[in-house]
T-cell receptor, first 113, second 114 residues
């Protein structure tokens, strides 16, 4: 089973739509969770952390379900500038007091005028 | 903001050449990482380092080595470049390898081996 699994998409949505991405992770010992955004031919950039209580940043809402080992990202009122690949990222203890990030392969979003 | 700088944006090398990819960060981060990213395969960890002169193998270390002589600099070395090492290489750093912190990435080096 893959460690972090995402639907690769692409998700093609009209401007103004609401779109949701899901992600599952296999390691129940995972400690913290993130969504990264990666534009075409650019580096990944941290979009937001994901907390157990859920968190919101403007039009973006992230949710975590530890029991189901499931993470989600909701984007409301999609903008053309939201077009990118969204990477689900999990931080897991790797021994000797350290943690390591594991990246999903990403979900591609295209927002259409 | 943390800045992670990779020395080259695009690089073309010949098969068999020894290739050095340089990465420098300016925020005194302990931890640095090298990934490669290929279509359909996502980000794969090559090597990482917790401190000066320390290195740990990632998931795909074969054909690569690293050097960390100074805290701010982490170099990836392709001992004898091969065409299957054509890829986007991304360097990252983080303040703590602790659960709350994500990574900051450099802008990447797109390496082509011919």
């Amino acid at each position: 089973r893959k460690e972090v699994e995402q639907d690769p998409g692409p998700f093609n949505v009209p401007e103004g739509a609401t779109v949701a991405f899901n992600c599952t992770y296999s390691n129940s010992a995972s400690q913290s969770f993130f969504w990264y955004r990666q534009d075409c031919r650019k580096e990944p950039k941290l979009l937001m952390s994901v907390y157990s209580s859920g968190n919101e940043d403007g039009r973006f809402t992230a949710q975590l379900n530890r029991a189901s080992q499931y993470i989600s990202l909701l984007i409301r009122d999609s903008k053309l500038s939201d077009s990118a690949t969204y990477l689900c990222v999990v931080n897991t203890y790797s021994g000797a007091g350290s943690y390591q990030l594991t990246f999903g392969k990403g979900t591609k979003l295209s927002v259409i005028p | 903001d943390v800045k992670v700088t990779q020395s080259s944006r695009y690089l073309v090398k010949r098969t068999g050449e020894k290739v050095f990819l340089e990465c420098v960060q300016d925020m005194d981060h302990e931890n640095m990482f090298w990934y490669r990213q290929d279509p359909g395969l996502g980000l794969r960890l090559i090597y990482f380092s917790y401190d000066v002169k320390m290195k740990e193998k990632g998931d795909i270390p074969e054909g690569y080595s690293v050097s960390r002589e100074k805290k701010e600099r982490f170099s990836l070395i392709l001992e004898s470049a091969s065409t299957n090492q054509t890829s986007m290489y991304l360097c990252a750093s983080s303040l703590f390898l602790y659960k709350e912190y994500g990574y900051t990435f450099g802008s990447g080096t797109r390496l082509t081996v011919v």
